[in-house]
């Protein structure tokens, strides 16, 4: 009896609203199966050099799924923020089976959602609308476009995901002319920078193109990243770049990524942004095994 007494005491404890308060926000990390050469697309080594920048910050505990969907899904319990590194478009594994419907699940419930660089790639027939009302926007095939550039970013909003960054310029595969919900709405551009001529008229890593509507925009800025406050209370935010993993290497590229880690998952991010250190050997860490 007094076992249960105090079982008891211990379990009301733990549901008190402030221990609620104080609980730790919970991240999870998936990164994709390897696909390109050394250096390119290493999702696995790159959600884990995320995993460790983020170790220092406070009441956050970050969990990493590596080499694609998770086997047993009961890792997305709990959890309040969720990024995708991974290869896309039709194989993107969060178009595979039922997994919408299990995601869009999660989203009601508020669960941050970020995708990274192809993650951001879903056929506009299938997740299309869904990552549009999750994330804002998506890549679309045919639409928008994936060249290498060197985008400057010059100005950043006054938004918490910008906390800390500095004036940057990085030579990314950043895609861009995302399809956004109509009229962008409630989309909050993060990452704004204007493609040269050259830029616009390819050619694109794949396909090459040039297409038509993107060189008919000469001059006109694009959006590599954004985030969006969703009406379900949750956060959501695309970024495009992030196929070279040296660019982690980068102290702003990889400061804003990190914020917006942080505030996918409800929290407020720090002041100055999450402060991170990256050695060459940090990068040099966990890459995939070359084919
Ligand atoms: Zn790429």
Known sequence: M???????????ATLSPQAMAEENKQLLLIAGTPSHGPGDHEFNAGVQLLAQCLKSVPNLEVTIQLNGWPKDEAIFDGKDGILMYMDGGANHPAVQEDRLAFLGGLMKKGVGFMCAHYGVDVPADNGGSEFKQWIGGYYEAGYSCNPMWSPEYKEFPDHPVANGVKPFQIKDEWYMHMRFRDDISGVTPLLVGTPSDDVRDGPYVHPKGPYEHIQADK????????????????????????????????????????????WITGMDVPENGVESTVTAEDLAKNLDPKN
């Open 2 to 12: 007094r076992l249960l007494i105090v079982a008891l005491i211990a379990a009301m």
């Open 219 to 262: 001059g006109k800025p694009e959006t590599m990243m954004w985030a969006v406050e969703r009406e379900d209370g949750g956060r959501g935010v695309g970024f495009t770049g992030g196929h070279i993993h040296k660019n982690w290497g980068h102290d702003d590229f990889r400061k804003i990524v990190l914020n917006a880690l942080v």
